[in-house]
């Protein structure tokens, strides 16, 4: 046996995954998480899932983590006494920001949050140009009086972040060795180090995030990995925002990389589904009570992103950019929507039906959780329309209160707007679908992809009751369900490979690129990669390097990511690589223009130890009849057909191979499953569902 | 409520109505995506000067994207100018045009118009309005102090660019034969038609999936639905009226003898009854003979913005052609506010909207004192320069704004260096600046003191000073406010004016006016220091541990905290 660990912290539940890459069998176990002291919650998850399924610490191989500590950090405003070191005229380059407000109309809106307040940010005299030539030499005399009132200040970590220091750092790394002689124990953070890309304010932001988080980041791994050591596991491994892991030492020089790392997790939960069932094209849907995410998958990767604000507001059907801390590391490309189980329907002043984005969250919940939810959210409508068992949620752990939800439905939406309580229901839902919808969207059609070649996964213990629905609005023809889909995402943390991107500003016309000069920039890089993959302990066997350029057109702002070939770059190198541009601007914006120049801006590097994908152990029931799994009926309503009497099944007994024709309901402790008129739903070996489109769906 | 349910709920299906009105929006929000990924200069994809549209068969706004509120009362007059010079539109055909006085706004916005259809028959329109960087004229960034309109740059009434999905070569040759920087054009040009074909697909799948005659009936819903909450939300507004006069810089004409221009005056009149709003201008100075005469839909946008600030702060009322029907916009042709042909109308398109904003917010102070906020930068404070780039030996254009500060709200500080009322673009980065350009950034930073003292204080204005790198550039300022203060309210002190100047090679300095047109020589620096803006309230109620934590911060000299505010340091 050997046994890979994940432990996923969330906000109500710790999951962990365990996973045996001899057998291809899984375990997951649901704990609760422990605010007050995350790492004794960690242990007592780690210990109870080893118990439960038979790990002895001696037969793990590979333990991961996926940790809120950073995001709640800058969430709670919690992080560490921040100092910022800017070029002398650029003190306010963090408050200056981009200058344009989030919300157009609001008088009362908030200053966008800065992390390092103005009397900590201190200048430097010193300047180099466009060309990476200096302008004014560094005044390194001026570090003594900035290194004595950062001391005063009691500061914790510094930010230093140069104009042009990814043209040349000598600068940054000077002051760099003096502030680290002068303040020892106070971490020190160059934005050449963690962020050589051109823009200074969005430069400036990661390196902040970085010298704000990382003391926090650092003094939790350290206490975690005691405790890992005490259990006698093996060494400790950060899930990162891009969906690869990373070594605790590199996550220390880089800790805006942990900033998405549990959704990270979800979304290589998703992908590694798609390796079970031979489906390359993926999105993924996850529901819970305030949000819902969705992310694509496209011939197998995890698609990411670098344009990412941490601790922004959110609005109903988009994340609001210019409020939060933008950082430029590569982040799965997920698309959030406020909008959820516990999203509130409303009545706005012209009669017009809203649904969020206000939540009833976990606390105090819909109104048929009985715990002192006063206005109707969309689990309410989803019991009112028959899809959830007020008898068997959470496996009957909480019996609901439909005649609750009935009366609050009917008085706050149906009265009002002169509607029965099932169209009043229906019309909630169908608002939310569609807002849930916009997330699918995002990801899909916005970045040019077709929707109809992908297939949906629905994560999340609501996620399966409203996938089909949100399939049809796109016309995704598959839903797969995975099987435990409440804690499903941890699993994504034992299915994935070490990973470490690296990026450079290389910024050259296309057509002016020095072959030498950007196999030497790509070396570089690459051996950077190499040297963490040997000092992760990762066999030469699997390392994996692989190369890309960011390219636009010259006078474009925003580039797209295009790969690399292997090899020493000439002229047939760079010839691919415009045409990989040219066809990927097509297929993302409908037009190309092959005869105008292109712009190199950034290469990148990603460095990775694979890991061995294991195969699922097949479960569940080979045979027996469909009716065994038959719970009952009861009345359910949908859109398309009204209320109809509709069969009752057991997720746990339905045997493979077993088609059933909607409408049903599928029930399982941790999740409905919900199959309108028009779908059906197949049982895989590996214990997926897998809902597909009758002709009429 | 039962009672109150509008038309277009007829269909007794309020979840649809919903599903069809948020699609609407996004699609206006996709169209903003596609078009910064896309474009070439850096006022469009790192500025964001430009705004998106959904328009139905007449040419009303149904849905604005989340762009300028600059834009809100023009927008529809630029494609009601396609459908009046048009009577067939064809699926395929994309219609361009920028004339002020033929549903523009000023020359340098360019407004692409593409119908949408189900089969032949006639959806809408999608409208998409970009600021090119150069639209001709006489000066880089057509900004001139130009005294006609034909002397602002290419004047393009509306005509096709493409017939039925086939591009017509002759309109784009004659366009890029008359802008200084073509290749940039052509590139901002096919991000405007890519964006426009996105929400187009978009628009026409709603239709299939809704069919057409119950997605043109919500789009009209939706305007109405606008409207009512609108009327709703200015019925809980108390009554009143108001006054207020106020003036601008000049014109940027100095007449002969003159080393500033003249300052010119705007009044206006607020009444709030019931559900509606009326502003009348009576009394407002005649047109100018500089670029600072503005036309009635872009008067109109600035009442607009203000309205929307007023009455629904939460934006919970979704922008559209329904929200104005209540608000009646009264101006005399021939005004500042009223342009005709052929004043020249450059400036006004951003400077008269601020104004007009800010001033509404005062008529309104005394009957709706909670409503309101103290004077915001009221300035676009725009830069263009133009030269030749001798790294590359190619002319360049350069275009940016400076923000200044947002001002004080009641109960709350107001916001530094940041985007107010009508406008909303962002700055560019420093180092696109210079990668770009040959120039050099050497000061970015908020000045202190610039935010007018107050029980909450406004928010403080942004410094930037340009070097001028290896050749001579021909450069124009405008903006406003050098000589009439951000305003406060209530007891609030006003925020800095503006200061623009110019220090030459030598070290001597000259004051440019708000207005300007200048050469900027080799190693010569643009300072410039836009408005702050006003506080709200008496600064002696201000707390003092505020007053002690802004100077701290350096927000707040040591002279201002014991002059304006009574507190030692």
């Not at chain 1, 979800?266 to 390796?275: E, Y």
């Not at chain 2, 096709?160 to 054009?185: H, K, S």
Request: glycine content about 10%; proline content about 6%; some cysteine.
């Amino acid at each position: 046996m050997s046994w890979r660990i994940g432990v996923d912290i969330g906000g109500t539940f710790t999951d962990v995954a365990v996973l045996d890459e001899v057998s291809g069998r899984i375990g997951i176990v649901k704990t609760s998480t422990t605010p007050r002291d995350f790492v004794a919650g960690v242990v007592h998850a780690l210990k109870a899932a080893m118990a439960r399924h038979g790990v002895p610490a001696s037969d793990v191989v590979l333990l991961s983590h996926a940790t809120t500590v950073v995001t709640n950090a800058i969430l709670e405003e919690k992080g560490a006494k921040t100092a910022l070191i800017t070029t002398r005229g650029f003190r306010d380059v963090l408050e200056l920001r981009r200058s344009a407000r989030a919300r157009l109309y609001d008088r009362n809106q908030e200053p966008p949050a800065v992390l390092v307040p103005r009397h900590r940010r201190f200048e430097i005299t010193e300047r180099v140009g466009a060309d990476g030539e200096v302008v004014i030499p560094l005044e390194e005399d001026e570090l003594d009086g900035i290194a004595e009132e950062i001391g005063n200040e009691g500061v914790e970590a510094v930010a230093v972040c140069l104009l042009f220091s990814f043209l040349h750092d000598d600068h940054e790394r000077r002051i760099g060795a003096r502030l680290r002689a002068a303040l020892p124990g106070v971490p020190v953070f160059l934005s050449c180090d963690v962020l050589p890309e051109l823009k200074e304010f969005e430069r400036t932001s990661t390196t902040a995030v970085c010298a704000y988080v990382g003391p926090i980041l650092a003094s939790y791994v350290e206490r975690l990995e005691q405790a890992t050591r005490e259990l006698k596991l093996p060494p400790l491994h950060i899930m990162g925002s891009s969906g690869g892991f990373l070594d605790v030492t590199e996550s220390m020089k880089m800790p805006a990389m942990a900033v998405e790392s549990g959704p990270a997790a979800g979304v290589v939960a998703a992908a590694f589904i798609g390796r079970q069932l031979d489906e390359p094209n993926l999105i993924s849907f996850d529901m819970g009570g305030t949000t819902a995410k969705a992310s694509l998958i496209r011939d197998g990767r995890v698609e990411v992103t670098s344009e990412y604000e941490v601790g922004a507001d959110a609005n109903v059907t988009r994340w609001m950019h210019g409020t939060g801390h933008p950082i430029k590391v590569p982040v799965i490309d997920l698309a959030e929507v406020s909008a959820g189980g516990g999203s509130i329907a409303w009545i706005d002043s012209g009669g017009g039906m809203h649904v969020g984005p206000r939540s009833a969250g976990a606390e105090p919940g819909p109104v048929c959780y009985g715990q002192g939810g006063r206005e109707p959210t969309v689990t309410d409508c989803d019991l009112i329309l028959g899809y959830l068992n007020p008898e068997y949620f959470l496996g009957g752990e909480l019996i609901l209160d439909a005649a609750a939800a009935e009366a609050t439905l009917r008085e706050r939406v149906a009265e009002p707007l002169g509607l029965s309580l099932l169209e009043a229901a229906a019309g909630v839902v169908a608002v939310v679908d569609h807002n849930m919808a916009e997330a699918l969207r995002i990801v899909s059609v916005e970045r040019g992809h077709d929707p109809r070649d992908f297939s949906l996964v629905a994560f999340g213990g609501a996620g399966p009751v409203h996938a089909v629905s949100l399939a049809r609005e796109l016309d995704i023809p598959k839903v797969i369900v995975p099987p435990i889909p409440g804690g499903f995402s941890a699993l994504g943390l034992v299915a994935t490979d070490l990973r470490r991107e690296y990026v450079r500003t290389f910024y050259k016309r296309l057509d002016e690129v020095p072959p030498d000069e950007m196999s030497e920039a790509l070396s570089a890089m690459e051996e950077m990669g190499r040297d963490m993959l040997v000092g992760a302990g990762v066999p030469e066997v699997r390392r994996k390097l692989q190369r890309a350029a960011d390219v636009r057109y010259t006078r474009q702002a925003y580039e797209l990511t295009v790969p690399i070939e292997d090899g020493d770059i000439g002229a047939a190198h760079l010839a691919k690589l415009a045409e990989a541009f040219h066809a990927r601007h097509r297929t993302t914006y409908g037009h190309d223009s092959p005869n105008e120049p292109l712009q190199v801006v950034n290469l990148r590097v990603s460095a990775i130890g694979v890991l061995e994908s294991p195969v699922l152990k097949a479960g569940g029931r080979g045979s027996g009849a469909i009716d065994a799994a038959r719970r009952g009926t009861r009345q359910v309503y949908f859109k398309n057909a009204g209320t109809v009497s509709c069969g009752i099944f057991d997720r746990d007994r339905l045997p493979w191979c077993g088609d059933v024709p909607g409408p049903a309901i599928i029930e399982a402790a941790d999740t409905t499953i919900v199959v309108p008129l028009g779908w059906r739903v197949g049982v895989d070996p590996k214990g997926f569902l897998i809902m597909e489109r009758s002709d009429d769906g | 409520m039962a009672d109150t349910i509008p038309a277009a709920f007829a269909d007794n299906d309020p979840a649809t109505f919903e599903v069809v009105k948020n699609s609407l929006y996004s699609m206006a929000a996709e169209m903003r995506v596609v078009l910064s990924k896309t474009a070439y200069s850096p006022i469009l994809k790192s500025a964001g000067d430009f705004s998106c549209g959904i328009f139905d068969v007449r040419g009303d706004m149904v849905a604005q994207g989340p762009d300028l509120p600059m834009h809100l009362g023009s927008m529809p007059l630029a494609v009601k100018a396609v459908i009046r010079a048009w009577e067939e539109v064809a699926p395929g055909d994309v219609f361009i045009h920028n004339d002020p006085y033929f549903g523009g706004s000023h020359l340098p916005d360019v407004n692409v118009v593409t119908p949408a259809f189900a089969g032949e028959r006639l959806l809408g329109f999608v409208c998409l309005r970009a600021h090119w960087p150069d639209v001709g004229g006489g000066t880089p960034g057509s900004y001139g102090t130009e005294t006609e309109i034909f002397g602002e740059g290419l004047r393009l009434p509306p005509v096709r660019l493409y017939r039925r999905g086939e591009p017509l070569r002759e309109v784009e040759d004659i366009i890029f034969a008359n802008v200084r920087t073509p290749d940039e054009g052509r590139g901002n040009l096919r991000a405007q038609v890519g964006a426009n074909r996105r929400a187009v697909t978009r628009l026409e799948g709603l239709a299939r999936r809704h069919g057409p005659d119950r997605l043109l009936r919500i789009m009209q819903g939706v305007m109405d639905h606008s409207e009512m909450m609108m009327r709703q939300a200015l019925a809980e507004l108390p009554d009143g009226e108001g006054s207020f006069e106020d003036f601008c810089d000049g014109d940027g004409i100095l007449e002969s003898g003159e080393t500033e221009d003249s300052p010119f005056t705007i009044r206006l009149h607020v009444k709030k009854s019931g559900d509606e709003l009326a502003v009348d201008f009576t009394g407002t100075d005649p047109m100018v003979r500089g670029p600072m005469n503005s036309p009635l839909a872009v008067t109109a946008s600035g009442v607009y913005t203000a309205v929307k600030t007023v009455a629904d702060s939460d934006a919970l009322i979704p922008p559209n052609s329904g929200c104005w029907r209540p608000i009646s916009v009264q101006a005399e042709p021939g005004t500042v506010v009223n342009a005709t042909l052929p004043a020249p109308v450059v400036y006004a398109n951003h400077e008269i909207a601020h104004r007009v904003c800010d001033m509404v917010y005062m008529a309104m102070s005394g009957f709706a004192p909670n409503n309101v906020m103290a004077c915001s930068q009221g300035t676009s404070a725009i830069l263009a320069m133009g030269g030749v780039d001798r790294r590359t030996g190619n002319r360049y254009v350069n275009y940016e704004v400076v923000k200044g500060g947002f001002g004080a709200r009641p109960g709350k500080d107001g916001i530094n260096a940041i985007a107010a009322s009508v406008a909303n673009t962002a700055n560019t980065p420093v180092e696109v600046v210079e990668m770009s350009f040959p120039l050099r950034v050497d000061r970015y930073e908020l000045i202190p003191d610039s935010g007018g003292a107050g029980e909450y204080r406004g928010g403080l204005a942004a410094r930037r000073v340009w070097k001028i790198l290896d050749h001579t550039a021909r450069a124009t300022v405008c903006c406003e406010r050098s000589k009439s203060p951000p305003f406060g309210l209530f007891e609030g002190k006003a925020g800095a004016p503006a200061r623009i100047y110019l220090i030459k090679a030598d070290g001597t300095r000259r004051d440019l006016n708000s207005k300007e047109h200048f050469i900027a020589s080799e190693d010569s620096e643009i300072w410039y220091e836009v408005p702050g803006s006003g506080g709200f309230g008496p600064p002696s109620e201000r707390d003092p541990e505020k007053v002690r934590a802004d100077v701290r911060d350096g927000y707040v000299s040591v002279e201002s905290a014991r002059r304006d505010y009574g507190v030692d340091v």
